[in-house]
């Protein structure tokens, strides 16, 4: 049997916190919608004591979401708490989320209390916020640097407290797959809880890289919730690559798990995101890049023409991508240059090919890339000469 993996996406929040790439009520509703089309489980939808406006705009987006669970992001504190139950009160799948750090550095530097005091004050933030509703998740912030006795006391009382769901974050993009993946196996063997129905979940930062592969490490050890955004938003570095993910469990670990994303909305959303944010996807960025289906090399043009799979893993329409593309470049070849020629209605014998073929080097060693408008003026060109 196959596990569902749920994918929390938080876009909208932790995205939203890239300097510059604040949204306005109206961009985030309609980021909403589309993540709902998407086929998320969850969406955290922002962080409503931060600002009146974060409150209205998640006060919308849980009036118009439907499919999927709105979550609101609250600090483990009363006012905090008490806010975010109201800006989703009107939710058809209302979850609160809230935190408290439980790193030693965090708490002696940051919090500045003890261990104990801390263990109360998670008591007290899940304790209340179950007051309000039974869809309550946990976060033990910078859980990759904290002391591992420590942590599963913490986790534990915060199950005890009610929380459905624990979600451990990366905070600073520390952690390496082997001793992530380790941490979530462990912790699993210790709280049989996260056999049952507490839901595993883990929130990875990409300061050096890892975001993706420490969530898959975490989902193969045991942790059953993976927090991503589109294009790998976030703060610093960003955080684990929603598309990422997706597409490695259905690319990779389809035999063991599944997720429920409709993946041919995947380029799409992270078009508007791009769009609405302001922040232009690298174009060698993994499923979602401009150059992610694009072949340029004169052997793998060549393979790709004859069949698909010879240089591609992906169906460029499971992602909803406009397809493969040849570039044609100074390092293309014959095969490449002739099925293009080809699309555009020119139809050469090999031996005809090989004059326009020179030409054709000539004018891609000057230019960077053949555009089909430049393959039109060279035929003419090569057939005017010949004449
Ligand atoms: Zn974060």
């Known amino acids: 049997m196959k596990d569902k993996v749920y994918i929390f996406d938080t876009t909208l929040r932790d995205g939203e916190q890239v300097p510059g790439a604040k949204l306005v009520t109206d961009e985030k509703i309609a980021l909403a919608k589309q993540l709902e089309l998407l086929g998320v489980d969850i969406m955290e939808a922002g962080f409503p004591i931060s600002s009146p406006e974060d409150f209205n705009a998640v006060r919308k987006i849980a009036n118009t979401v439907k ?29 609160i989320h809230t935190f408290i750090s439980v790193s030693d550095i965090h708490i002696e530097n940051q ?95 990409n300061d050096l890289g890892l975001a993706t592969a420490n969530a898959l490490a975490g989902v193969v050890n045991g942790a059953r919730q993976v927090e991503c955004t589109l294009n790998g938003v976030g ?19 389809q035999d063991r798990f599944y997720t429920q994303i409709n993946t041919k909305e995947i380029c799409k959303t992270s078009r508007l995101v791009s769009e609405v944010m302001g922040l232009p996807v690298q174009p060698n960025k993994a499923v979602v890049g401009a150059n992610a289906f694009a072949h340029s090399s004169g052997i793998h043009q060549d393979g790709i023409i004859k069949h698909r799979d010879n240089f591609e893993i992906m169906d460029p329409d499971d992602v ?38 020179l030409r054709f080097l000539e004018w891609a060693d000057e230019k960077k890339q053949i555009s089909d408008d430049d393959l039109h003026a060279l035929v003419e060109n090569v057939e005017a000469i010949s004449k």
């Open 111 to 205: 919090m500045r209390k003890t261990r104990d005091e801390v263990l109360k004050m998670v008591d007290r933030a899940v304790s209340r916020a179950k007051s309000y509703l039974d869809n309550v998740e946990f976060s033990p912030m910078d859980a990759s640097r904290a002391d591992f006795e420590y942590l599963v006391k913490f986790t534990q009382v915060a199950i005890d407290a009610g929380a459905t769901t624990i979600n451990l974050p990366d905070t600073v993009g520390y952690a390496l797959p082997e001793e992530w993946g380790f941490m979530i196996k462990s912790l699993v063997e210790r709280i049989p809880a996260f056999k049952n129905d507490v839901v595993l979940s883990m929130h990875t930062h």
């Open 235 to 253: 703060e610093r570095a960003g955080n684990c690559s929603l598309e990422e993910v997706v597409m490695t469990i259905k690319m990779r670990y």
């Open 320 to 357: 909803g991508a406009s397809g493969s593309a040849i570039v044609l470049t100074a390092r293309s070849g014959r095969a490449a240059l002739k099925h293009q020629l080809e699309k555009l209605g020119y139809v050469y014998e090999k031996a005809n090919l090989e004059p326009i073929y």
């Open 67 to 95: 499919k999927s669970t709105v979550c609101a992001l609250a600090r483990g504190l009363d006012e905090d708490i008490d806010v975010a139950a109201r800006s989703i009160e009107n939710a058809a799948a209302p979850r």
